[in-house]
């Protein structure tokens, strides 16, 4: 079977080292030189010197991201996005790693519940970041991404949450000071124009919530979610030829605002449920389906509180 991901050659060195960077800075229980060695690969050469030496001498590429056919350019991110959960975290990219019954959480203690949920969850968000790191850094392609994206299908204002972790910090060693919470949050990171970020961010707050289970508001707990999903599925929109076509067919009038802002919606809540597949508190994905209202509601009320 032919590789799908081809035998890509960069105009040079500088694009795969910053690439080895910023796979080092996701994953830092690995070295540096074994983010290399895996870069040259979702390139589709061998080893960091056949890729080092096919640039040298400007060895014939094949066609990036952008000159792909549509189900061309997805199986190559695929077999990279694989690449990525199996080397670095021995994962296979297409198992679905459920959380565990809810039988099988009756016969445990609490801590070992979280445990048991944390685990699957973990799973799922280093699938997750491989397909992130792929999407959103594109190592196979010519094309510059956006650093920062602007407001477009989201419901809070970008103002309202720009320092987002502060305030649930602030809210934490206010309302729950004895949880040591706020110091946990501020030490984390987040960055709003960042998938990765927010669903790292999201996995961390996840975790805390679900080990002060029955101990923080409703509003916190399912506001907060809901305010980094919706901020996550608003840059996924922007990052979709789907979303872009649709914009094309309403400028165009083929399309009125009615449907146009129907299909929007079906797509952001699409993306949302994205973000809650690896979210820290596991069964706020299925919450969401059933309850959509309720977060929002939740969102609205704690944006209040905090601000």
Not at 29 to 37: I, N, P, R
Not at 175 to 185: D, I, M, Q, S
Not at 276 to 286: A, F, M, P, R
């Amino acid at each position: 079977m032919k590789n799908p991901i081809g035998i890509v050659v960069p105009n040079s060195i500088n694009t795969p080292k910053k690439t080895a960077k910023q796979l080092h800075s996701i994953y830092t229980h690995t070295k540096l030189s074994q983010c290399q060695q895996l870069v040259a690969k979702l390139y589709g050469h061998k080893d960091w010197f056949s890729l080092e030496n096919a640039i040298k001498h400007k060895m014939h590429s094949d066609p990036f991201d952008e000159d792909l056919p549509d189900n061309a350019h997805y199986e190559r991110n695929h077999a990279q996005a694989a690449l990525i959960a199996k080397t670095l975290s021995e994962l296979d990219i297409d198992e679905a790693y459920m959380p565990p019954s809810e039988e099988y959480l009756a016969k445990l203690d609490f801590k070992a519940r979280c445990e048991a949920r944390l685990y699957c969850a973990r799973e799922r968000y280093w699938q997750k970041i491989a397909f992130l790191f792929i999407e959103d850094y594109s190592p196979t392609s010519n094309l510059t991404r956006l650093s920062e994206y602007p407001k477009e299908a989201a419901d809070a204002e970008l103002e309202d949450i720009h320092d987002l972790q502060i305030k649930i910090a602030n809210w934490c060693d206010k309302y729950e000071p004895k949880l040591n919470l706020g110091t946990a949050v501020r030490n984390a990171q987040l960055d709003l124009n960042s998938r990765i970020s927010l669903v790292r961010f999201g996995l961390y707050w996840g975790m805390l919530q679900m080990h002060c289970e029955g101990q923080l508001t409703t509003d916190l707990v399912l506001g907060t979610s809901y305010l980094l999903a919706d901020r996550y599925a608003d840059i996924s929109l922007q990052l979709s030829s789907e979303f872009l076509e649709m914009q094309i067919e309403y400028v165009n009038g083929r399309l009125n605002q009615y449907i146009y802002d129907e299909e929007v919606l079906k797509l952001k809540q699409q993306h949302i449920r994205s973000y809650y597949v690896s979210y820290g508190l596991d069964e706020l994905y299925e919450s969401y389906i059933k309850y959509q209202e309720s977060f929002r509601k939740s969102a609205r009320n704690i944006l209040k509180e905090l601000n």
